[in-house]
Each structure stands twice: as C-alpha cells, then as structure tokens.
C-alpha cells in the first residue's frame, strides 16, 4: 500500500494535541492518543465507553523506545527477534521513571506493549515523540473494526481522523503473552502459540479466562455483533444467519462462508466482516457450525465464545 505523507502528518498535528485518531495496524484498527498524555488516555476511554479497569496497549515503534520504559528479559528478546513488528502484545515492568499514564495501566506497575508491522502505523509512529496508546477502535465489548469504514460507523464525527491503511491483513488482535515470571498467553490472537513454543523452548501456560482481569481482551463479554450467537450448530433454525468455515455444495440465503476451502487463516481475517454483514442484513441471531480448535481456529473460537455471552 502506498503511504500518504500528507494523512500520516496530519494524524501526527492531532495526536501531538492530545487529541485522538484511528490508526491501522495489521491486526485491527486501533483508537490512538499520545500513551503519555492523561487527557488522551481520558478521551479513549471515553469514546469506546470502556471500563476503567480494562488496561490499553502501548504501541512503540522498535525495542530502542521500549527502553525508557520497560524492563525487558532475556524470553522477550528472543519473541522480540524473531516476530516483531508484529501480531504480538507482551506485558512488562514499567520502569520507575516511566512517563506512560497511570489511566493507561490502571495503575499497574506494568504495561501491554507492541509493535505493529502495518507500514502506514511505523511511518507514524517514527515521527512520534512518545508512544501511542491504542485499543482497537471500536466501542466496548462489541466488533473490532479492520477497516476505516468500520470505524466511521461505529464513531461517525467523534473521532476526530481516520488515518487509511486498507484492510487488516490479520483482522483478529493480537496474541498476549505475560513474561514477567512464566510465560503465559493471556489472549489467543495473531501470532500462533506453537510458534512462540518453538523460541522461547519451554511451557507456556493459557491463562485467557482469568477471574480479574490483567490485560486487555478479557472480558466475558467481548467481540460482540449485539445479537445472540449460537456455537457448535448442527441445525439451523430459518430465521437465523448461519455461519460456516468453509464454502459448501449447499448454498442458501442464509449462510455465510468464512473462508473458500476451509483456510483459518482466511476465515480469522473475514470473522468480523462477516458478523458485521450479518448484522446489517437484519438477522436477529447466529448459528455456527463447529470450527476446528486448532491454529486459528482456536482463535475464532475464543472471539465468538466470548460474543456469545450477548443476552
């Protein structure tokens, strides 16, 4: 994609005021303000309705940032290595000295960071005096959004800019990984499990349902299209949208396909285009049929276990 200078200059002049502006990353769109400033933090807060207990993800630009405000260990230099810029959030100590608001980490003496590798949010973030705070950009607990269409429909003239970047490439958040004493994964997302066992060459531990929460991503309910979802669907009843992995021999009015043949990959990317496309065509609920607890199938499952929890 090419990179418009004039956009990314002018998302810079918003964010430089503490105000707030939508950003692309290969995930999903982000909602970003200066991750040092308390009053853009505030607005975050504020236009996704989120709680305050939900901490937010600080996005860096590379590991040389990171430093005046992280300590970082020996296993995040290895995840660090070989996948960053990328689909991966790692919670770390603040440093004392930090300048990272304290609305930002409710408080914590540690903090959710990442780098992103979507080339429109780099360019940004280079040109950057500080870190952006930057949960995805849409209101609490319901889709994420991973397109700029997206966003404008979830916040209309509430945000001030949409920075374009296209579609997200990945189109479901990032993985979480905590490493300040075992490795733990607090939220499946883009980067797979397997492939961080490989790195780092020792168990790590799921810990994605906790009873308080510590990261962002952990709330029962989450990812929600604002209609009931039903998991695991044999039958269908006629009135509800029905979605499957694959593309079948049987095609009716009400089904939608995640992907042609059955790739997660794929279906991940199109999950919340596709529950959104649902929504819009009036369907009051959602059937899936049983997708596969593996790879990214196990991150879909994640996202509409969670969107399941609408009552």
């Not at 509430?158 to 300040?180: A, C, F, M, P, Q």
């Not at 490795?183 to 997302?189: A, D, E, N, T, V």
């Not at 042609?260 to 609920?285: H, P, T, V």
């Amino acid at each position: 994609m090419k990179i418009n200078l004039s956009n990314i200059k002018k998302a810079k002049k918003l964010l430089d005021k503490s105000e707030c502006v939508a950003i692309p990353t290969e995930t999903v769109y982000g909602l970003a303000g200066n991750a040092y400033s308390d009053q853009a933090c505030k607005k975050i807060y504020k236009l996704k309705k989120r709680p305050k207990n939900n901490p937010l993800i600080v996005h860096y630009e590379n590991i040389k940032k990171l430093k005046k405000d992280c300590n970082f260990n020996k296993n995040f230099q290895k995840i660090y290595k070989k996948f960053c810029p990328g689909p991966i959030t790692f919670i770390l100590d603040l440093k004392k000295e930090s300048k990272i608001s304290k609305i930002v980490t409710n408080k914590k003496n540690s903090v959710a960071v990442r780098f992103p590798k979507h080339a429109v949010a780099r360019n940004l973030l280079k040109r950057l005096k500080y870190p952006l705070a930057a949960p995805s950009a849409n209101l609490s607990s319901k889709l994420s959004a991973v397109s700029s269409k997206d966003v404008l429909e979830d916040f209309g003239n509430k945000i001030k800019y949409i920075l374009e970047g296209g579609k997200s490439s990945i189109g479901v958040e990032s993985t979480i990984i905590d490493l300040r004493n075992k490795p733990k994964i607090l939220r499946l997302g883009g980067l797979q499990i397997s492939n961080i066992k490989k790195i780092l060459n020792k168990k790590i531990y799921l810990k994605n349902y906790p009873s308080k929460i510590s990261a962002p991503g952990q709330l029962k309910l989450h990812y929600s299209p604002g209609i009931p979802i039903r998991l695991n669907v044999k039958k269908v009843k006629d009135n509800e949208a029905y979605l499957l992995i694959k593309k079948n021999k049987k095609v009716k009015k009400n089904y939608f396909f995640l992907s042609k043949n059955g790739d997660l990959k794929e279906a991940a990317k199109n999950l919340y285009s596709m529950l959104r496309m649902i929504k819009k065509n009036k369907y009051r609920s959602i059937a899936v049929k049983k997708i596969p607890n593996k790879g990214m199938g196990a991150v879909i499952n994640d996202r509409l276990i969670r969107a399941s929890k609408f009552k």
